[in-house]
């Protein structure tokens, strides 16, 4: 284990996975809409995330759910005040039902609002004035579409309210009458959106706006008197604006906020009159519009509270909003949580999501900008391990690809960091949130524009005495995982090696296997990746499968088994390629994973096998490791008989 330099920006001691990677103490705290109950993931007794409740003020916790294998991520409030809704899936399929438990019931058991198997649950939506009551979308009557169903929390009767015509990738609830009063539709023929609105359940619909392919946009809400509506537009500018519409005209009222460099972010409203409090955008750093005076001076109070370097966000808020949870996000450190009373201007800390990280110095992110070869500016964040030397560097990259880093903690960066590494976060182009311009630059340029920005920044952090350049590693998921074997195949001297998660390795399989609730979007993929169904010759000049001869460094590959998005066979295709040229490659399978490991034993593990990958060829520092008890880890070989891919349980 080697130590770590003077001067580093980062602990001299090794920071453990288990802490990083491992389950938060605390997450995601809400406070009930009556403000009487505070809800938050925590672990269980056996190590399993779930949710638990206190009485606001007190310290009476108490665990609520109990689900015993794969933890829970995601819960809500209904606004009976009682009951807490969850998601869950089985394994990572994500297929995921919504459950419902009674908090204010001791011992209460969970259940299944939505129990229908191979049936996704979303769009899950609670109404004030219809306490007992939840809207959520399902594909149960077509697989590719979902309908809205109104759901009885009690009798857990689900009765059908809106059925999709073929189209709808999305609908929009008007809150005075809990009726579904709009809709985003996808025209497959030009892969253009049209957002639709009804007066009423029982008027027809009708056309309100309709986006063209390379504009951007959607309904936000609509108005207390339901005349007009917030909608989020790119017509008529580079960046997303926050315009209010005439619902019986379609005609634009006002520009109420828009940013030359970023589209419109979060829009805070009144929940009762609709008013807009304030907007949100980001460019390198959160920033905010306010359009209320009140807000206005809370968020300046929250300022005052807040540690150096922290930005405050409001994570849940009360039916009256008077009571906030609040959040203090900062890049150097956990999350800290308080509840902010907007009458009284206090602010009660209740807990930090990740206590043990605030025993070591963490490392803090600098927000660069790099600019390609073609001129483009591009956004980026950079964790340093050293400021006085280039060091070894991972170049971090964001999945989607259509989405975006942010500045805050980061458990990758800081666990690099730690390591040894610079850690070099970009938004290429294709990226979101920086404008219809920034989001098209990509369009078709998979493996192509969008690569050279990954390697425009490589060069100029070797340029910027950031990086050594015969010690950088490219690394990522989902489409990261892509651009990691797409660095090592089409820029092979680029890379000492790569770490690809769930990465797609051909884009027409990926394309062909994509859920049946996602055909109604295929054709907009076609559009932003390229015409891999008609031109063989397009497909695989930018499929990494067909180029797998040309790598010619180490390769890590982590994959689930039930991945939806990116099946197992993107990862096995590529791995029996590489084994049939022998071209070394180590491939690790998880067979109760999806798109991303969510079983922290799994998380651990498989960082821990790429932290000696790393030490191995970038030379930085790691943490003993072994087999965390309970990852269900599975090392693939190939098996020269069958001549396909077979699964081994991996040693301890």
Same mark, same amino acid.
């Given at each position: ?43 269980? !007794? ?92 399902? %594909? ?30 999305? #609908? ?32 027809? #619909? ?18 207390? $008197? ?11 500018? $580079? ?11 379609? &005609?634009?009222?006002?520009?109420? &906020? ?38 206005? +001076? ?11 370097? /922290? ?12 009571? #906030? ?18 009458? +009284? ?43 006085? =030397? ?11 690809? #259509?989405?975006?880093? =942010?500045?805050?903690?980061? /458990? ?17 182009? +294709? ?99 390229? %015409?891999?169904?008609?031109?063989? !010759? ?115």
């Amino acid at each position: 284990m080697q130590a770590v330099p003077h001067g580093s920006t980062t602990d001299s001691r090794i920071i453990p996975r288990e802490i990083l990677f491992g389950n938060p103490e605390y997450g995601s705290p809400s406070i009930s809409p009556d403000a009487q109950l505070l809800a938050y993931l925590k672990p269980s !007794d056996k190590g399993v995330l779930n949710v638990w409740v206190r009485t606001v003020g007190a310290t009476d916790d108490r665990q609520v759910t109990n689900d015993g294998y794969r933890g829970i991520r995601f819960f809500t409030w209904a606004e009976d005040s009682q009951t807490l809704l969850y998601l869950q899936d089985s394994g990572g399929d994500e297929n995921f039902h919504v459950w419902g438990i009674n908090a204010a019931i001791a011992e209460s058991v969970a259940k299944d609002l939505t129990p229908y198997d191979g049936v996704k649950a979303q769009n899950l939506s609670t109404n004030k004035r219809h306490p007992n009551t939840i809207l959520v979308g399902m %594909n149960k009557r077509n697989p590719q579409l979902f309908d809205m169903y109104r759901v009885d929390l009690q009798t857990a009767e689900a009765t059908l309210d809106t059925e999709n015509p073929g189209d709808v990738l999305g #609908w929009a609830i008007e809150d005075e009458t809990f009726t579904i009063r709009g809709a985003v539709a996808s025209n497959p023929i030009n892969s253009s959106q049209i957002v639709r609105v009804r007066d009423s359940p029982d008027d027809e #619909w009708r056309e309100l706006i309709t986006f063209p392919y390379g504009e951007e946009g959607g309904l936000v809400s609509f108005s207390k $008197d339901a005349k007009t509506c917030l909608v989020k537009t790119s017509i008529g500018s $580079d960046t997303m604006e926050l315009v209010r519409m005439d619902l019986a005209t379609g &005609a634009k009222v006002e520009t109420i &906020a828009a940013n030359p460099d970023c589209d419109i972010g979060a829009v805070m409203q009144d929940e009762d009159t609709k008013e807009i409090l304030a907007v949100s955008f980001t460019y390198t750093r959160l920033e905010r519009q306010f359009f209320n005076e009140a807000v206005k +001076a809370d968020f300046a109070f929250l300022e005052e509270q807040r540690a150096e370097g /922290a930005e405050p966000l409001v994570v849940s808020r009360d039916r009256k909003d008077q009571s #906030w949870v609040v959040g203090f996000r900062r890049d150097d450190g956990p999350m800290e949580y308080a509840i902010y009373s907007r009458v +009284a201007k206090t602010v009660t800390p209740l807990f930090v999501s990740q206590p043990a990280l605030k025993e070591y110095k963490l490392a803090q992110m600098e927000c660069v900008k790099i600019e390609a070869r073609d001129g483009l500016c591009l956004t980026a964040y950079l964790t340093r391990s050293r400021t006085d =030397v280039a060091t070894p560097m991972v170049l971090l990259v964001h999945g989607g690809p #259509w989405a975006r880093d =942010v500045w805050g903690f980061n /458990a990758s960066a800081q666990w690099l960091a730690n390591r040894g590494y610079a850690v070099l976060q970009v938004n290429y182009r +294709a990226s979101t949130g920086f404008g219809k311009s920034f989001l098209h630059a990509g369009d078709c340029e998979w493996g192509a524009k969008m690569q050279d920005d990954l390697t425009d920044a490589v060069r100029w952090a070797v340029s910027q005495g950031v990086a050594l350049e015969d010690k950088v590693c490219i690394y990522g998921g989902s489409y990261g995982g892509y651009a990691c074997l797409a660095g090592l195949t089409f820029t092979p001297d680029v890379y000492a090696c790569g770490v690809d998660i769930v990465g797609p390795s051909n884009a027409k399989t990926l394309l062909d296997s994509i859920p049946p609730y996602w055909k109604p979007i295929r054709n907009d993929l076609l559009m932003k990746v390229g %015409n891999v169904d008609e031109d063989e !010759d397009f497909n695989r000049k930018i499929s990494p499968l067909f180029h797998a001869d040309k790598i010619k460094v180490p390769l890590l590959i982590g994959q689930g088994a039930n991945d939806p998005r990116v099946k197992q066979a993107e990862a096995d295709q590529i791995v029996q390629e590489m084994m049939d040229k022998n071209i070394p490659v180590d491939y690790v399978l998880y067979p109760d994973e999806g798109h991303g490991f969510a079983r922290p034993q799994n998380r651990i593990d498989f960082q821990g096998r790429t932290e000696i990958f790393l030490e191995k060829h970038l030379g930085g520092r790691s943490e003993s490791f072994t087999q965390p008890e309970g990852a269900t880890t599975l090392l693939p070989i190939l098996d020269g008989t069958l001549g396909k891919i077979v699964a081994t349980s991996a040693p301890a």
